[in-house]
């Protein structure tokens, strides 16, 4: 027993030397490295690096955190707790600090989050968000770890993380939380000493659900005729758009027509319920329970998209409009940019993927996908081309990519080209 303990006391030495052998290397290169002398691949090749070093060291934090709080040896360096000691330690808010450990200790009583720390692959914020949606489904944290592997945007691992969360909660449990919700509802305002008004509110998804299709046209609408042009971010044409929602609240138009999506399995409309793997939730929003979005129905501003497996059963819609329906299969289909690890839901655009428009493209479903601007002017502009199609989309760079100054340089020369172009209207 006695040698057993002298062993482990000579491994733990000896894994201490190493770690703080490493450390000086790392505060080495980083002392000497002089960032304008490096190209922007030697950056970028750096950065990954960096980038590895911090997962690794966060995997390593996590796994040996529970044993610090187990024993209670964070008191014996004057600690009061132990979150104080990693804000200390880490350089982060107490706040900060707790969730991490209360990540960590989850981590240690699951076998896969155990593995997946002791290969060092997550985060601190990917060990967060696995380990509160294991504590809602366990069987959900394979696939999330399967998204961590193949390098997910943090983006794509939240919204199956939550997807995961909502399919998890019984119906009742969902009513009792909108109840709660629905409780606690509230909007907030005050006037700030340097002047300007803030303010917040709370309320439920469903509710939100029947304001938020007229205020985000308003917003696109303000930012397509003035953003670029002004360098005013979308929140503030948001703002905007939200003044002009209360003070037309009698139904007059503000000029945009309002719609929003709600997508849902066949199965679990039928059920009632979602489960693992299934999808309810409104577009922009994020998941809500079958219940809640059947409340939906008859709204005007809304329309639905009922989903069979993969196919798209049926869009409803006071249209005949066959474009219409193309659009809403294709939000359906395309939930975020389809460029592998982008995981952005905001802004998207659609996209002559396979035979680009110039060249005759069809505008059809088949031909069509959801691209983020910024990934949309890299295929525009710097000839990155999109292969493979739905599930197993390949994003393939030219043979000498341009910077992104150039990608700007060019977008903005071809905006302008077509500003000449356009005729004015009288």
């Known amino acids: 027993m006695v040698a057993s303990a002298s062993r482990n006391e000579v491994k733990t030495g000896t894994d201490l030397a190493e770690l703080k052998q ?19 691949a030697q950056a970028m090749a750096l950065a990954s690096c960096f980038g ?15 044993r610090i709080i187990e024993t209670g040896a964070y008191a014996t360096g004057g600690h009061a707790s132990a979150p104080d000691w990693l804000s200390t330690v880490t350089g982060s808010s107490a706040g900060a600090a707790k ?24 985060s601190a914020p990917e060990l967060s968000v696995v380990a509160t949606a294991g504590a809602a489904d366990p069987a959900a944290i394979p696939t999330l770890l399967e998204l961590v592997e193949e390098r997910a945007s943090h983006q794509e691992l939240c919204a199956s993380a939550d997807a995961a969360k909502a399919a998890a909660r019984q119906r009742e ?17 005050h006037q700030c000493e340097g002047g300007g008004i803030r303010g917040e509110f709370f309320c439920d998804e469903v509710d939100w659900a029947k304001v938020s299709p007229r205020l985000e046209a308003g917003a696109k609408a303000r930012w397509k005729a003035a953003g670029a042009e002004k360098g005013e971010s979308f929140e503030a044409h948001r703002l905007d758009a939200f003044i002009d929602v209360l003070a037309h609240a009698r139904g007059q138009d503000v000029g945009a027509r309002p719609h ?39 709204q005007g501003a809304l329309q639905f998209v ?22 809403m299969a294709l939000i359906a289909r395309d939930r975020v940019c389809v460029v592998p690890g982008c995981g952005k839901r905001l802004g998207l655009q659609g996209d002559h993927c396979s035979i680009d428009y110039k ?7 088949e031909n069509l996908a959801r691209l ?22 390949k994003w393939t760079p030219p043979s000498k990519p341009p910077s992104a100054g150039a990608i700007s340089r060019a977008r903005r020369v071809a905006t302008a080209k077509a500003a000449r172009n356009t005729p004015r209207q009288t």
């Not at 006071?318 to 659009?327: E, G, N, P, W």
């Not at 983020?372 to 989309?393: E, F, Q, R, V």
């Open 260 to 298: 929003c999506l709600v997508l849902v399995d066949a199965e679990a409309l039928r059920r009632g319920t979602t489960r693992t793997g299934e999808v309810c939730e409104i577009d922009g929003i994020g998941p809500v329970p079958v219940e809640a979005a059947v409340e939906l129905l008859g």
């Open 359 to 365: 060249d005759g493209g069809p505008t059809t479903y």
């Open 22 to 40: 490493a450390l000086r290397v790392i505060r080495r290169v980083v002392q000497r490295t002089e960032p304008a002398q490096l190209s922007g």
């Open 173 to 189: 449990d969902e009513r009792a939380r909108r109840a709660r919700v629905h409780a606690g509802r509230h909007l907030r305002w």
């Open 99 to 122: 969730g991490r450990l209360v990540a960590a200790e989850r981590a240690a009583a699951v076998p896969e989050l155990r593995q997946a720390l002791k290969d060092g692959l997550l």
């Open 52 to 66: 590895e070093i911090e997962r690794v060291s966060a995997s390593g934090m996590a796994r040996v955190s529970p």
């Open 372 to 393: 983020c601007p910024s990934h949309h002017a890299m295929k525009t502009y710097a000839k990155w081309s999109l292969s493979g199609g739905p599930g197993k989309w």
């Open 306 to 327: 009922i989903r069979e497996g993969t196919d798209i059963k049926t869009v409803t819609s006071s249209s005949r409009d066959l474009a219409q329906k193309t659009a």
